[in-house]
């Protein structure tokens, strides 16, 4: 069972559009939520993070959306731009754990 | 550069052979994972230290599978008798504490032949 869900699988929007990548979990013991850039050919960057006392988390042009309740959380890209085309994953951390639990991840592209 | 680094970039093996990979942390990173990668999916953890204990193992990390950190700086991670199904990414990450973020590395693609 995938413990981390994660949809789109691809998403094409337009320069200056906001696409949105979201993410379901299913164990409530999770308590630390990341998102990761990615570009091919290169290791995952951690791009902002969030955790379960707060909704909402703002860094530069990306916010992170958390609804406690529906076990929920999404990336926004605000004023997206070409750069940002890349693969994007979400991932989860049980509070009693380390390793971190990713979702299949979301291939952006941003047309100019 | 400060990150973690990791070598090879790329390593081409024939199945059969034994490979080893280098990851070189964050300095002062008490904290260091392997996971591995395949195409069109997210990483999958494998095998974490805390300084030079090995304190988790995933059950993907079958027996042909080690990894070491002798002496909590850089750790190694050795397939024997590879197989088609080794390919992938192999990407390290390191963390100062259990509770901090991860940094991950550039990651060695292994092909196996």
């Known amino acids: 069972q995938q413990q981390v869900k994660q949809s789109p699988q691809s998403l094409i929007v337009q320069k200056g559009g906001i696409p949105i990548i979201n993410c379901a979990y299913e164990?409530?013991?999770?308590?630390?939520f990341p998102w990761y850039q990615q570009f091919p050919g290169k290791g995952p960057a951690l791009l902002i993070a969030?955790?379960?006392?707060?909704s909402e988390k703002k860094e530069g042009r990306f916010t992170i959306s958390f609804n406690k309740s529906a076990k929920q959380f999404s990336l926004h890209i605000m004023d997206s731009q070409p750069g940002d085309s890349a693969t994007y994953f979400c991932a989860a951390r049980h509070q009693a754990g380390t390793a971190l639990i990713f979702g299949k991840g979301t291939t952006l592209s941003v047309s100019s | 550069d400060t990150g973690v680094s990791q070598n090879p970039r790329h390593k081409i093996t024939k199945r059969g052979q034994n490979v080893t990979f280098r990851c070189d942390p964050i300095s002062e990173h008490n904290r260091l994972y392997w996971y591995r990668q395949t195409l069109g999916q997210g990483p999958e953890f494998l095998t974490y230290?805390?300084?030079?204990?090995?304190?988790?193992k995933s059950r993907l990390l079958s027996d042909r599978f080690s990894a070491e950190r002798p002496k909590g700086s850089f750790s190694t991670l050795e397939i024997q008798r590879t197989e088609q199904g080794d390919s992938a990414m192999y990407l390290c990450?390191?963390?100062?504490?259990?509770?901090?973020?991860?940094?991950f590395g550039p990651g060695t693609r292994l092909t196996v032949l």
């Open positions: 230290f805390q300084n030079e204990a090995q304190l988790e």
């Open positions: 969030i955790r379960p006392d707060v």
């Open positions: 990450a390191s963390s100062r504490t259990a509770n901090n973020e991860q940094f």
């Open positions: 164990n409530t013991a999770f308590d630390y």
